[in-house]
């Protein structure tokens, strides 16, 4: 079975088959049914006969009165079996062709018609000759009638017999849709490079031209009947085809897809939602005065169409009235009870609640959008206020702990050098005096020097150079760097990332200084004994260093808070430090283009540089 699917010369068979049988299933059909309505199988094939050469005589009589009333008797007189005689409502003979020839039985057809000045009576009769010369219409029709007539059994039986066989040939067409070669793969061929809406379209004005064409040219004769077949043909065969096409893309999958509706129709759909919010951006473009004026306008113009439409009408006329002042009396309640709410959460934010919302359920258009602004406003005020308070309790701790961290060294290089005014230079203590005021004046000059870094790279002050580095080979740097301070805080480094290099645009000098800021942190406030992890994560477009540890004192402070200028984890501040480390590597990290975020959970303390990729 699988080889028949896959042959070509199978299917060819199949197919020529197919039409065989449908054509003589439908030719059988179509005799069994006009054998019937003439009567073959009630009441005999020789009444049958006689009934369908009286109605065709009959028509004919018929269209020869009427070419008699317009002078085209010589027309219809040649070239058919028919012999005519036209007579007067006295018996009186107008016209004849007929001249005694073997002939059935006369019909006649009479008319009362104007002729001249006076209507008359005109009475025409037709008779067909037994010896048919020519091949007319009803010349094919006896020549079928006794065809079929004399296969009027069979035809039942060679319908039956062909229909089904044509059904199982279907089958099998439908089957192997698709099948080459007697492999399982399914092939589209030629078929699925057109869209299958465009092969039903095509189809359809290919059947409405044929049918069109019969319609206008089809006449009762053996070409006719044959023309009549070749068209069946044709359509059946187109059929036949999207059958076969249709099975095929149900077998290969993405029949939707391939639709050209189903390309076009959501392009269709984007064009009318793009119209509509159009429409809406235009209507929201105009002022609200200009707003509620087309509104009216729109409301009055519905007003007059009804009135006019209903002008006489006085029951339908008070029933509008009453509907659409109930729609007004409505709108307007709307509108206050929304002016009412805007009104209070106006009243209340010039109050100084900046804790009140505006209940904006149930609001539309401009009073949404009125509400949705005074909520932006009291938010805005909210966050206003806030920053206010933040500035100024940084403010504060900046004058107190700048005070104290340079009040202490100062005063320690007061107390030395007056030590040293009453000691001998040369004495030991002298130098060890010394020393103590190195270490301090370093203090101070290092506290300055950030102090002044800090305020830079807060203005942006500093020029940066980005170049392409290695986020891996400076973490490689910074473990080599920081090797003896981390194994004298007793610290691991782990240091992880991706096997291939991750190059973020940064500049060298600062990016060294926010690696170096974060690393000392950790050497100062992480818990001994403990592993400290330094990752790089590329992200998309950006790439991630990041650094894990374990906090010595316990944080009860966010990130945000640590990354504010002189704020130290250790509140007792016992350790080394300006508290400008994390402050001046943020800032730095924006002049890069990037971002640094702390995250404190616990003691676990995490601070991640976002760079973008080279």
């Given at each position: 079975?699988?080889?028949?699917?896959?042959?070509?010369?199978?299917?060819?068979?199949?197919?020529?088959?197919?039409?065989i049988?449908?054509?003589?299933?439908?030719?059988?059909?179509?005799?069994?049914?006009?054998?019937?309505?003439?009567?073959?199988y009630?009441?005999?094939?020789?009444?049958?006969?006689?009934?369908?050469?009286?109605?065709?005589?009959?028509?004919?009589?018929?269209?020869?009165?009427?070419?008699?009333?317009?002078?085209?008797?010589?027309?219809?007189?040649?070239?058919?079996?028919?012999?005519?005689?036209?007579?007067?409502?006295?018996?009186?003979?107008?016209?004849?062709?007929?001249?005694?020839?073997?002939?059935?039985?006369?019909?006649?057809?009479?008319?009362?018609?104007?002729?001249?000045?006076?209507?008359?009576?005109?009475?025409?009769?037709?008779?067909?000759?037994?010896?048919m010369?020519?091949?007319?219409?009803?010349?094919?029709?006896?020549?079928?009638?006794?065809?079929?007539?004399?296969?009027?059994?069979g035809?039942?039986?060679?319908?039956?017999?062909?229909?089904?066989?044509?059904?199982?040939?279907?089958?099998?067409?439908?089957?192997?849709?698709?099948?080459?070669?007697?492999?399982?793969?399914?092939?589209?061929?030629?078929?699925?490079?057109i869209?299958?809406?465009?092969?039903?379209?095509?189809?359809?004005?290919?059947?409405?031209?044929?049918?069109?064409?019969l319609?206008?040219?089809?006449?009762e004769s053996?070409?006719?009947?044959?023309?009549?077949?070749?068209?069946?043909?044709?359509?059946?065969?187109?059929?036949?085809?999207?059958?076969?096409?249709?099975?095929?893309w149900?077998?290969?999958?993405?029949?939707?897809?391939?639709?050209?509706?189903?390309?076009?129709?959501?392009w269709?759909?984007?064009?009318v939602?793009?119209?509509f919010?159009?429409?809406?951006?235009?209507?929201?473009?105009i002022?609200?005065i200009?707003r509620?004026?087309?509104?009216?306008?729109?409301v009055?113009?519905?007003?007059?169409?009804?009135?006019?439409?209903?002008?006489?009408d006085?029951?339908?006329?008070?029933?509008?009235?009453?509907?659409?002042r109930?729609?007004?009396?409505?709108?307007?309640?709307?509108?206050?009870?929304?002016?009412?709410?805007?009104?209070?959460?106006?009243?209340?934010?010039?109050?100084?609640?900046?804790?009140?919302?505006?209940?904006?359920?149930?609001?539309?258009?401009?009073?949404?959008?009125?509400?949705?602004?005074?909520?932006s406003?009291?938010?805005?005020?909210?966050?206003?206020?806030?920053?206010?308070?933040?500035?100024?309790?940084?403010?504060?701790?900046?004058?107190?702990n700048?005070?104290?961290?340079?009040?202490?060294?100062?005063?320690?290089?007061?107390?030395?050098v007056d030590?040293?005014?009453?000691?001998?230079?040369?004495?030991?203590?002298?130098?060890?005096?010394?020393?103590?005021?190195?270490?301090?004046?370093?203090?101070?000059?290092?506290?300055?020097?950030d102090?002044?870094?800090?305020?830079?790279?807060?203005?942006?002050a500093?020029?940066?150079?980005l170049t392409?580095?290695?986020?891996?080979?400076?973490?490689?740097?910074?473990?080599?760097?920081?090797?003896?301070?981390?194994?004298?805080?007793?610290?691991?480094?782990?240091?992880?990332?991706?096997?291939?290099?991750?190059?973020?645009?940064?500049?060298?000098?600062?990016?060294?200084?926010?690696?170096?800021?974060?690393?000392?942190?950790?050497?100062?406030?992480s818990?001994?004994?403990?592993?400290?992890?330094?990752?790089?994560?590329?992200?998309?477009?950006?790439?991630?260093?990041?650094?894990?540890?374990?906090?010595?004192?316990?944080?009860?402070?966010?990130?945000?808070e640590?990354?504010?200028?002189?704020?130290?984890?250790?509140?007792?501040?016992?350790?080394?430090?300006?508290?400008?480390?994390?402050?001046?590597?943020?800032?730095?990290?924006?002049?890069?283009?990037?971002?640094?975020?702390?995250?404190?959970?616990?003691?676990?303390?995490?601070?991640?540089?976002?760079?973008?990729?080279a």
């Open positions: 079975m699988k080889k028949l699917r896959g042959s070509i010369k199978a299917k060819a068979t199949a197919i020529v088959l197919l039409c049988f449908a054509l003589t299933a439908l030719g059988s059909l179509i005799g069994v049914l006009a054998l019937n309505d003439r009567g073959v009630s009441y005999g094939v020789d009444y049958a006969r006689s009934d369908l050469i009286a109605s065709r005589t009959y028509m004919a009589s018929v269209d020869a009165l009427g070419a008699y009333m317009s002078d085209r008797m010589p027309f219809i007189t040649n070239g058919n079996n028919f012999r005519y005689v036209i007579t007067d409502e006295d018996g009186r003979e107008l016209f004849s062709s007929y001249n005694d020839e073997p002939a059935y039985n006369g019909e006649q057809c009479s008319m009362y018609s104007l002729w001249g000045a006076d209507g008359e009576n005109v009475v025409s009769t037709a008779y067909l000759l037994k010896d010369k020519y091949k007319d219409s009803a010349y094919a029709a006896l020549k079928l009638f006794d065809f079929a007539a004399s296969l009027r059994y035809l039942i039986v060679i319908a039956a017999v062909c229909t089904l066989l044509g059904i199982a040939l279907f089958v099998f067409l439908l089957s192997s849709a698709g099948h080459r070669d007697e492999t399982d793969a399914i092939t589209l061929g030629v078929a699925g490079k869209p299958f809406d465009m092969l039903c379209i095509l189809a359809v004005v290919i059947g409405l031209i044929i049918v069109n064409a319609d206008y040219g089809f006449n053996i070409v006719g009947y044959a023309l009549l077949g070749v068209a069946v043909l044709v359509c059946g065969l187109m059929l036949l085809f999207l059958c076969m096409t249709f099975a095929a149900l077998k290969h999958g993405g029949l939707m897809k391939s639709l050209l509706s189903y390309k076009i129709l959501p269709c759909f984007g064009i939602r793009r119209f919010a159009f429409l809406v951006r235009a209507l929201k473009a002022p609200l200009g509620w004026i087309f509104a009216v306008a729109g009055l113009f519905v007003e007059f169409i009804y009135m006019v439409a209903f002008m006489g006085g029951d339908m006329t008070v029933f509008g009235w009453f509907v659409e109930a729609a007004l009396v409505l709108g307007l309640l709307y509108a206050i009870s929304c002016l009412n709410r805007l009104y209070k959460g106006g009243k209340a934010i010039s109050s100084g609640d900046t804790a009140y919302k505006v209940d904006a359920n149930h609001m539309k258009g401009a009073f949404l959008e009125h509400a949705e602004n005074l909520n406003i009291n938010s805005a005020v909210q966050s206003a206020v806030n920053e206010q308070l933040r500035s100024e309790r940084m403010r504060t701790e900046l004058i107190t700048v005070s104290h961290d340079i009040k202490t060294p100062l005063t320690s290089i007061v107390s030395y030590l040293l005014e009453k000691e001998n230079i040369a004495n030991e203590n002298a130098k060890e005096y010394l020393e103590v005021l190195s270490r301090q004046s370093a203090k101070l000059k290092k506290l300055i020097e102090l002044i870094e800090a305020s830079k790279a807060s203005t942006g500093i020029g940066v150079e392409r580095c290695d986020a891996g080979v400076l973490l490689e740097q910074l473990q080599g760097e920081y090797s003896d301070r981390l194994e004298k805080a007793g610290l691991e480094l782990v240091v992880s990332g991706p096997e291939e290099s991750v190059l973020v645009m940064a500049d060298r000098r600062h990016i060294w200084r926010v690696l170096d800021n974060l690393m000392n942190n950790i050497c100062k406030y818990m001994r004994g403990t592993r400290v992890y330094a990752e790089v994560h590329p992200c998309g477009e950006t790439a991630e260093i990041s650094f894990k540890n374990i906090s010595a004192a316990r944080l009860n402070i966010t990130g945000e640590l990354k504010a200028r002189f704020v130290r984890g250790d509140a007792s501040r016992t350790t080394e430090g300006s508290g400008l480390g994390l402050s001046i590597a943020e800032s730095l990290t924006k002049l890069q283009n990037g971002t640094l975020a702390i995250d404190v959970d616990g003691d676990l303390f995490k601070v991640t540089v976002t760079l973008k990729k």
